[in-house]
């Protein structure tokens, strides 16, 4: 089955530096990449997510991007602010008949103002 | 519903008693997922439903854990016999057939702490 690594798993920057989450998965069908953030004591909520069809997705601040070839991809968070402070998930799965996601072990971003 | 339910939001329960964790996915969605996050830990798969039927139990941790779902609707994870491993914040998502994963909705979970 498919297993995600995630690093690290801790991560502090200083208010208005950039930030990077980096994720590596071993099935190759996975095509499929979502991340969540999770805020202390709330759900996980999806921020951005990614399909293999492409290789980088931005949206404002955040982007993600996939290197199917190494089976990796990554969160870049820039002009990071202290409301980013959180719990980042990576996932991988396929996309077809709702199969579950397969979860990293988590970020957690500091943002220090 | 406007979004995913679960209840108890909390729950104490004594090692050894049996505990039941309900979610309410949103309504129309047909697949319906449940993990497992331990205190400051990663998402662990449980076991997800399509419809009312369960295609992968592959994560339930033992025999001690089940999980059905009735009308396509309502799900129930159930423990029984707790042990203090057990206790962990369990979260339920659903999603939408004609969305997919596109629609992975969390419901805000249930803590449980067996003591």
């Known amino acids: 089955g498919e297993n995600v690594e995630q690093h690290p798993s801790t991560l502090s920057v200083q208010e208005g530096d950039s930030a990077v989450i980096k994720c590596t998965y071993s099935?190759?069908?996975?095509?499929?990449f979502p991340w969540y953030k999770q805020e202390l004591g709330k759900r996980p909520q999806l921020i951005i997510d990614?399909?293999?069809?492409?290789g980088e997705k931005k949206d404002q601040r955040i982007a993600v991007t996939l290197n199917k070839t190494a089976k990796h991809f990554s969160l870049h968070i820039t002009e990071t602010q202290p409301e980013d402070s959180a719990v980042y998930f990576c996932?991988?799965?396929?996309?077809?008949?709702?199969?579950?996601?397969?979860f990293g072990k988590g970020t957690r971003l500091s943002v220090i103002a | 519903g406007a979004g995913v339910s679960q209840s108890p939001s909390n729950k104490v329960t004594e090692k050894g008693k049996d505990v039941e964790l309900r979610c309410d996915p949103i309504?129309?969605?047909?697949?319906l997922y449940w993990y497992r996050q331990r205190l400051g830990q990663g998402l662990e798969f449980l076991i997800y439903?399509?419809?009312?039927?369960?295609?992968?139990k592959s994560g339930l941790p033992s025999d001690r854990f089940s999980a059905e779902r009735t009308g396509e609707s309502v799900s129930t994870l159930t423990i029984q016999r707790t042990q203090q491993e057990d206790s962990a914040v369990y979260l339920c998502?659903?999603?939408?057939?004609?969305?997919?994963?596109?629609?992975?909705?969390f419901g805000s979970g249930t803590r449980l702490t067996v003591v």
């Open positions: 990614i399909r293999s069809n492409v």
């Open positions: 099935d190759s069908a996975s095509n499929y």
């Open positions: 439903f399509q419809g009312n039927s369960a295609p992968d």
């Open positions: 309504s129309g969605h047909t697949a």
């Open positions: 998502a659903s999603s939408s057939w004609d969305r997919g994963i596109y629609g992975y909705t």
């Open positions: 996932a991988a799965s396929l996309h077809s008949g709702n199969t579950p996601l397969v």
